[in-house]
């Protein structure tokens, strides 16, 4: 068997793989071994060539991808700044932890601030003045 024909179906073997697995980790490894063979095909270098076309393959298509990845969009759901200060919620009856405000469709943990001490009754508006870790801090509207 030629010595191109290994590289290419090597390549060929690993994206045959990554299609199998999750990840981009083999669709680089694959492209440069078909390439590295097929050069090996054209130009008959030797193996020492052979890998160092390979390696200069996998180094360019591994930074192609991470220029054109995109950055994955944060999340910020507990925090002041991620849109719950300021809304309106309807306190729902207390349970063993305390106080919940239900916002949209979402149900909180909350507490009152230290100068309220009786809370509202249980269904009245209540204003988120802001966010503690993951408790509203809610006063009645």
Known sequence: MEDW???????????GA??????????WIGAAAIGAGLILAWLSTPFWATCLVFLVLLAGGVTFSLKRRRPKPTQRVNTADAGLAGRIGVLLAPDGSGLRVRIGDSDWSAR??????????IGARVLVEAVDGTILIIRPD
């Open 5 to 15: 024909l290994i590289w290419v179906l090597a390549g060929l073997a690993a994206l």
């Open 18 to 27: 990554e299609m199998l697995l999750p990840g981009a980790y083999l669709l």
């Open 112 to 121: 009152l601030p230290r100068d309220v001490a009786t809370p509202p009754e």
